[in-house]
């Protein structure tokens, strides 16, 4: 994988303190009380696959407890705030990806999707309105249908998380078939309270690596 710049658009798995903008939900530190943690930003899976491509990291949109579609835990509407549909909008908005070139962008989400019991939908890909994307699955058809329109020179990799629902690993893997991304199906991942361990990270750098040489 010849990748020179990265960014990543994720949820908790991704973040690291100091290493996301302003304003968004961290949880990996380096010095949470509670396990797991990870030492250091280069243990990070993302921080290892920067390290083994010598790549930089262009921005690191991760926002801990964040869902692709715009239902969140208890039903809390993300349609302006941490979704990761409304976070891409933002940055086109503000000119971003007119501004930086993003040979690889990474999209590892679906994992709050699943666990928070946002409602799944039925995936489709016309006539998706606004209405649509509280429902996961046209959401997550949606959001890569916008990152390959804005995106079209940009290598997209969806990572999906073991442990999540059938549905949306399929979801995700059938919109990837559809607009020639990148799928990644994780296995067997090490995890202390759902999330990973360091050793969890490195087999996620790993396998990464291997499903996007």
């Given at each position: 994988m010849n990748t020179k710049t990265i960014m990543?658009?994720?949820?908790?798995?991704?973040t690291y303190e100091g290493h996301i903008p302003e304003g968004y939900a961290v949880y990996y530190s380096g010095h949470r009380e509670k396990e797991p943690d990870v030492s250091s930003v280069n243990k990070t899976w993302w921080g290892r696959l920067l390290e083994a491509t010598s790549?930089?990291?262009?921005?690191?949109?991760?926002?801990?407890?964040?869902?692709?579609?715009?239902?969140?835990?208890?039903?809390?509407d993300c349609a302006g705030s941490s979704s990761f549909i409304y976070r891409f909008r933002k940055l086109k908005n503000e000119g971003f990806f007119e501004n930086n070139?993003?040979?690889t962008l990474f999209v590892f989400g679906g994992t709050n999707d699943s666990w928070s019991g946002a409602p799944?939908?039925?995936?489709?890909?016309?006539?998706?309105e606004e209405s649509d994307l509280y429902f996961v699955l046209p959401a997550i058809a949606h959001f890569a249908e916008?990152?390959?329109?804005?995106?079209?020179?940009?290598?997209?990799?969806?990572?999906?998380?073991c442990?999540?629902?059938?549905?949306?690993?399929?979801?995700?893997k059938s919109?990837?078939?559809?607009?020639g991304l990148v799928f990644?199906?994780?296995?067997?991942?090490d995890k202390l309270n759902g999330h990973p361990t360091e050793l969890g990270m490195e087999q996620i750098c790993e396998q990464v690596l291997a499903g996007t040489r």
């Open positions: 990543i658009f994720g949820d908790s798995y991704s790549s930089t990291l262009v921005q690191n949109n991760s926002w801990s407890g964040s869902t692709i579609g715009y239902t969140g835990y208890n039903n809390e070139k993003i040979d799944l939908g039925v995936l489709k890909y016309e006539n998706i916008q990152l390959t329109e804005t995106l079209p020179d940009t290598k997209i990799v969806f990572i999906a998380n442990d999540i629902k059938s549905a949306i690993t399929d979801a995700m919109v990837c078939e559809r607009y990644v199906a994780l296995s067997d991942i």
